[in-house]
């Protein structure tokens, strides 16, 4: 059976001149909801030797030989999901990273249908971060409910995807999947730049 997915992904496009000052979002969806210990929610789906939890980190990476993912153990049909991530610096082209000097930005996208269904619709936006992700940890979230998808950064919303037509927004139950893993096909300007595992590993 296959399950809408909505997306958040950290990929290339700034990195140099965060002059920006940080929003004030007045509102913190952040702090009114309870961390979900890993365990209970979430299972490694592949790649357990190159996955490593202490305390309430979960660290993946990728090598050569592999990368990592996991799965939450139920779907979900709306909720608030969460994480505060610190992306590594340097290389990381190959896997929606960038290289040394390239900026970063933030993909966000919303597939209305199952990656096993037929006519997949996808809403893509890319926008661009007022900090580096890579100095520090920063809160990355959706909130999706029966009437609107919102994207958050530190409890900014930076994309709002209202609910105009059923046809185009998600009403199926949904998990929620974590990974690293190799896209060098296309992740990096259209896949003409490569992961290159000199720079091994990649942490997340």
């Known amino acids: 059976m296959a399950f809408p997915v909505i997306l958040l992904a950290l990929l290339v496009f700034s990195h140099c001149g965060y002059s920006q000052p940080s929003p004030s979002p007045g509102y913190y969806p952040s702090s009114r909801v309870p961390t979900s210990p890993y365990d209970r929610d979430f299972r490694t789906q592949w790649g357990f030797q190159h996955q490593r939890r202490e305390h309430d980190i979960t660290t993946l990476w990728l090598d050569k030989a592999s990368g990592s993912g996991f799965k939450s153990i139920r779907p979900y049909i709306s909720g608030y999901f969460g994480a505060s991530i610190k992306l590594q610096s340097g290389y990381t082209a190959g896997f929606l990273g960038t290289t040394p000097g390239k900026p970063y930005s933030l993909q966000t996208n919303v597939f209305v249908r199952g990656s096993g269904d037929r006519n997949v619709i996808g809403r893509e936006m890319k926008f661009n971060l007022w900090f580096d992700p890579t100095q520090d940890f920063h809160h990355y979230a959706i909130l999706w409910n029966p009437n609107q998808v919102v994207f958050y950064v530190d409890d900014v919303p930076i994309r709002t995807y209202d609910r105009k037509n059923e046809a185009i927004f998600p009403t199926r139950p ?17 896949g003409r730049i490569k992961a290159d595992y000199r720079y091994q590993p990649f942490v997340a």
């Open 174 to 190: 949904m998990w929620v999947y974590g990974s690293i893993w190799d896209a060098s096909d296309w992740a990096t300007e259209n």
